[in-house]
């Protein structure tokens, strides 16, 4: 199975500020990598797809970025409403396979 | 619109089985895939098997003896059964539509099983 390392475990960051959460990949997953956001209480939605295809709806804020085994979420002018867990999958092979998560919190 | 919910008990004693429903409403699970995904205590993710359109099934092979996925057309049900359960099979359990083959579009709002005695 291919492991997903996704860091940190955790980020609290200011209003306005710009955070980076990293996946890193135990083989080459060639960009078949998506980001969810998990918002408290509710189901995950996708927001990035092939490694930086932004899902329709979600905001031009989010952006991601990476290929062969490392993977990074960037999101500009961090807004309340990001406030949320985001987790990484890869599906480059089966079993798809998921990053642990990294919580994010607002300072 | 396309929504899931899960359903079934939260509690099961181990060695017993597990066995939830996701209903869909809004889009026939006789199209794409529908897929079990479960996220333990700290959160790690794991990816547990699809039904797709036609029926066919695909599983982790770290499940591949304990889980079945069927479902029922008429209901626009899928279901999941896991067989010979034990503690570590504590997690909250998500049903989700796939988007194509590998990704997820939409999810369950995921129902928490806690196995113990």
């Known amino acids: 199975d291919i492991r997903m390392t996704q860091s940190p475990a955790s980020l609290s960051a200011s209003l306005g500020e710009t955070v980076n959460i990293e996946c890193l990949a135990s083989e080459d997953i060639y960009s078949d990598l998506a980001w969810y956001q998990q918002k408290p209480g509710k189901s995950p939605q996708l927001l990035i797809y092939?490694?930086?295809s932004l899902q329709n709806g979600v905001p031009s804020r989010f952006s991601g970025s990476g290929s062969g085994t490392q993977y990074s979420l960037k999101i500009n002018s961090l807004q309340s409403e990001d406030v949320a867990t985001y987790f990484c999958?890869?599906?480059?092979?089966?079993?798809?396979?998921f990053g642990s998560g990294t919580k994010l919190e607002i300072k | 619109e396309v929504q899931l919910q899960e359903s079934g008990p939260g509690l099961v004693k181990p060695s017993q089985s597990l066995s939830l429903t996701c209903s869909v409403t809004g889009y026939s699970i006789t199209s794409n895939y529908w897929g079990w995904i479960r996220k333990f205590p700290g959160n790690k993710m794991e990816w547990m098997g699809y039904?797709?359109?036609?029926?066919?099934?695909s599983y982790n092979p770290s499940l591949k003896s304990r889980i079945s996925i069927t479902r029922d057309t008429s209901k626009n049900q899928f279901f999941l059964q896991l067989n010979s359960v034990t503690t570590e099979d504590t997690a909250t359990y998500y049903c989700a539509r796939y988007y194509g083959y590998t990704l997820f579009d939409y999810w369950g709002q995921g129902v928490m099983v806690t196995v113990s005695s």
């Open positions: 092939n490694a930086n």
């Open positions: 999958q890869q599906y480059n092979n089966y079993p798809l396979t």
């Open positions: 039904i797709s359109y036609s029926g066919s099934t």
